[in-house]
């Protein structure tokens, strides 16, 4: 099976704050990969398909890129609800896997 | 609008079975891939099992051979069928929708329901 890492497992920053989160697959996966936001107690949210699709009504200071084994995710400036839990996912292979998830906390 | 409710979660002793329901409206399912994903307490998510549209079925490796997906077209649900269950099995599970076939992103979640394994 693929194994997808995320780095780093936790972060805390500040309001305003621009943060990059980086998932690395253990082979290529072209553009397989997407972003989930999870809130306490809530299901995941689906932020950016395909490595760099940002979903409708996501806001514009998410964004993702790259491809084939090393993807980011990309928070501009950190708004007070940004604070969560992030995961990637990748979907290139018939089994799916998801990274371990990264808790980006207010510092 | 698309939504998806999970039923079927409680408390089974190690060994038993338990059957999961997700029942979708808003689209059919039979047209898109389904899929559950499942999270321990605490822990992260993990991808369980797929179905895809055309019938063809996939399974993580801890649950493969102990889990079986189905659909029930008429009734426009997905199914996730436990044996063998275990205490590392506890968890919410979650119903979630695939609407592209190529990129494969989950779309759309339900609210999920919680399974615990213990005697």
């Known amino acids: 099976d693929i194994r997808v890492t995320q780095s780093p497992s936790s972060l805390s920053a500040s309001v305003g704050d621009r943060v990059t989160i980086t998932c690395r697959a253990s082979?290529?996966?072209?553009?397989?990969l997407n972003w989930y936001q999870q809130k306490a107690g809530k299901a995941p949210n689906l932020l950016i398909s395909?490595?760099?699709n940002l979903q409708s009504g996501v806001p514009s200071r998410f964004s993702g890129g790259g491809s084939g084994t090393d993807f980011t995710l990309n928070i501009s400036s950190l708004q007070p609800e940004d604070f969560a839990t992030y995961y990637c996912q990748q979907t290139y292979s018939t089994v799916y896997t998801f990274g371990q998830g990264t808790k980006l906390e207010i510092k | 609008e698309v939504q998806l409710v999970e039923s079927g979660g409680g408390l089974i002793q190690p060994g038993g079975s338990l059957r999961l329901s997700c029942a979708a409206s808003g689209f059919t399912v039979s047209s898109n891939y389904m899929n559950w994903v499942r999270q321990a307490p605490g822990k992260g998510l993990e991808w369980v099992s797929v179905?895809?549209?055309?019938?063809?079925?996939y399974y993580a490796d801890s649950v493969q051979g102990r889990f079986t997906i189905s659909r029930d077209t008429s009734k426009n649900m997905v199914f996730l069928h436990m044996n063998s269950l275990r205490a590392e099995d506890t968890a919410v599970y979650y119903c979630a929708r695939t609407q592209s076939p190529y990129t494969a992103e989950l779309d759309y979640w339900g609210q999920g329901t919680l399974v615990t394994v213990s005697s």
């Open positions: 395909a490595a760099s």
């Open positions: 082979q290529r996966i072209t553009s397989y």
């Open positions: 179905i895809y549209s055309g019938g063809s079925t």
